[in-house]
């Protein structure tokens, strides 16, 4: 089955197609850099970028695929969650093309999408496993037992570790989005000299917290003259502690569930640091861990195309025309 696959769930615009014999076919994408100077997301201007930019971005892809429109089978689009205005558009967009194409169309969660992308790669990892979900608004342990059929074993109670980039990247006056730029500063940053918390490691569960180390953070930086060094200090340090967060609650998930093999997706997923530590962690297990490419860690277009072509190939589908959307969708 050849699928069109579409993202537009927060601030990036995503379009692929993929065939279930060949595999991904092509996929394009845009990031709007409009939110910038705002220091967020505005949602309003994220709806509007989306209308500009998805229908040349569609007819982009076709074009990378070779196909034309009659050669699709089927649309998928992201349903939820995400920004009301901005899934409106890509299911708007799904709905029509589906019902003009006369192909069947299906409304995938977003969530769903990131814990598939890593069945992208030459080499995907079979089923079950336990997944961390690490992005700018989720941090989840889940258990995924098949396509379809998934266990939250952990959640975030308050800040995402990629919210807790993001925000202290914006304490130490970097621009939005500022996760990756943290990142690359605390590469230049000196271990040890400053210490955060690692929050709730020290309590049985699988839970997270990171707005209380974001707070660690600004009372360490309000209480230094923030010179660019002091900056890549922190950096190290407040990286430090997310990842280490990360890994020993993945070191306690291995161990309570037994499984063999760990997947890891969402945007923090292409942290080099984060990568590196679960990378030993799992060698040290015997488990095999699964990545997805770096380009589809953050939303992308792939993800939801492959995910949509699972859902039709088990006979979903969705009937009539009415559309909806999913801000709040727990997985």
Known sequence: MRVLGIETSCDETGVAIYDSAAGLLADTLYTQAIHADFGGVVPELASRDHVRKIIPLIQSTLIKSGLNPKEIQGVAYTKGPGLAGALLIGAMVGRTLGFAWGVPTVGVHHLEGHL??????????????????????????????RVGEYQVIGDTVDDAAGEAFDKTAKLLGMGYPGGAALAALAKRGVSGRFH????????????????????????????????EQTKADIACAFEEAV???????????????????????????????????????????????????????????AMIAYAGCQRLLMGEGEEGLDVEVMPRWPL
Request: aromatic letters at 8%; proline letters at 7%.
């Open 243 to 301: 990842v280490d967060t990360l890994t020993i609650k993945c070191d306690r998930a291995l161990s309570q569930t037994g499984f063999s093999r760990l997947v890891v997706a969402g945007g923090v997923g292409a942290n080099s640091k984060l990568r590196e530590t679960l990378t030993a962690l799992c060698q040290k297990r015997g488990v095999d861990l699964f990545f997805p490419r770096l380009s589809f860690c953050t939303d992308n277009g």
């Open 196 to 227: 955060f918390p690692r929050p709730m490691i020290d309590r049985p569960g699988l839970d997270f917290s990171f707005s209380g180390l974001k707070t660690a953070v600004s009372h360490t930086a309000a209480a230094c003259a923030l010179d």
């Open 116 to 145: 598939l992308a890593p069945f992208l790669e030459p080499h995907p990892p079979v089923f079950p496993f336990l997944a961390l979900l690490v992005s700018g608004g989720h941090t989840e342990l889940i258990k995924v037992i």
